[in-house]
Every structure is written in C-alpha cells, then in structure tokens.
C-alpha cells in the first residue's frame, strides 16, 4: 500500500496570510490527524477527523482548522497566520478499528511564516 | 494537564550495546503505547505498539509496560549506529475523548 502522502512538502508565507495543507490517508484508513512539531514545543495534537467529522481537537486557537472528504482525504487551514505557526505540519492516518489504532505519518509540511 | 514525560537525553551508548528509554504519564485511563522513532528531518515512524501490562518483543526491541506505575520503556538489544534518532513516547490518553500524547522525545547516539 502506499504511504500517506502530503502535499506540499514545503511553504513560505507572509503574516496575516492563510495556508490549505493536504493530506491523503493510507488507504482502507478512515481516521486523519493533524499534528505541529516545533523545537520548543515537540509534536502537538491538533485535530482528528474521522468519516467526514472532527473527532477530537487539541488546544489550538480557532485560525486552525480542518475537514475531510469522503474519500478520507482531508485538508487542514491556517488562517491569518503568525511568525508562530512556523513549524513542521505532519499528517498521520490510522484505521482507527478494533484492532489497532496505530497512526502512520506523512512526510510533513515544512510551513515557514515571514 | 495530561503528560507524557521523556528524559531529552542525549543517551549515549556504543554499538552492541542495550539501550533503555524510559517514559512516564500522567493519566491512569491511558490504554494503548506506542514508541515512535524520528530521524532528524524525516516524520516520525512506528516501532512498538503496546496495550498489556508486561513486555512485548520485536526483532531487537522490547516493550516493557506497568500501567501501576504509569511507566513505559523501551529497550533496543545490539544498538547500531542506525538506531541513533530521537525516540518518542506516545501515550493515547483517554477521558472523554482521545487524545494522542506525544513526549518530548529521547535523542539516542550510538557511537562506535
């Protein structure tokens, strides 16, 4: 099976911007997570959608959202963006079923705010 | 606040030997473990999956989990050069909804 895939691998925006990452899952994996990883706060959880519905949300201000498409592929949006948000933006998929709920990451977004 | 607590290392330890990564939480609901290693620049990719109280074997590494203490471990037999990465806790932390909770991570250098 292919990987989950990420698209685009590298950004560079300005403050006060907004930013649409893309993420496809595993196939057969009905559950995408969103996750931020920078030096100084490690990786942090920010949102999980499963079939189409946000499942659970970290602690992360209202400019971070997200959805996905019944194909399980799902998209994540940063409005207005600040120097902060600069960071590495992984995706990860999971089949979320009785079995396992392990997560498999994507290669990342490197989002870079100006 | 639920946590996830890893020593930030470095650990240092030369090829052949064992390598133990510790890592503790915070929340007693806590159901399911994972350690995930990240080389630097690459995402992170799973090792080991735990869900049972005890140890749990793959290939060169062990699981060792104690839900009564709140503690879980990884130990990696014949380190190799290519095991130096950071080494991340990740604990499925579970009240009222399910939030994955990485630590910190533990960066691991095996020297020759």
């Known amino acids: 099976k292919a990987g989950v895939t990420q698209t685009p691998r590298y950004l560079i925006k300005t403050r006060g911007q907004q930013v649409t990452l893309s993420c496809s899952p595993i196939s057969g994996h009905r559950s995408v997570s969103w996750y931020q990883q920078t030096p100084g706060q490690g990786l942090q959880f920010l949102f999980e959608?499963?079939?189409?519905?946000?499942?659970n949300k970290g602690n992360f201000p209202g400019r971070f959202s997200g959805r996905q498409f019944s194909n399980s592929r799902s998209e994540m949006n940063v409005s207005t963006l600040e120097l902060g948000d600069s960071a590495l933006y992984l995706c990860?998929?999971?089949?979320?079923?009785?079995?396992?709920?392990?997560?498999?990451f994507g290669p990342g977004t490197r989002l870079t705010v100006l | 606040q639920k946590e996830v607590e890893q020593n930030s290392g470095p650990l240092s330890v030369p090829e052949g030997a064992i390598a133990s990564l510790n890592c503790t939480y915070s929340d007693r609901g806590s159901q399911s473990f994972f350690w995930y290693r990240q080389y630097s620049g690459k995402s992170p990719e799973l090792i080991m999956s735990i869900y049972s109280n005890g140890d749990k074997e793959d290939g060169r590494f062990t699981a060792q989990l104690n839900k009564a203490s709140q503690y879980v471990s990884l130990l990696i037999r014949d380190s190799k050069l290519s095991d130096s990465a950071t080494y991340l806790c990740?604990?499925?932390?579970?009240?009222?909804?399910?939030?994955?909770?990485f630590g910190r991570g533990t960066s691991l250098i095996v020297h020759p």
């Open positions: 990860a998929s999971s089949p979320r079923d009785q079995s396992t709920d392990t997560q498999y």
């Open positions: 990740v604990v499925n932390i579970v009240g009222g909804s399910y939030i994955p909770t």
């Open positions: 959608y499963f079939s189409e519905t946000q499942r």
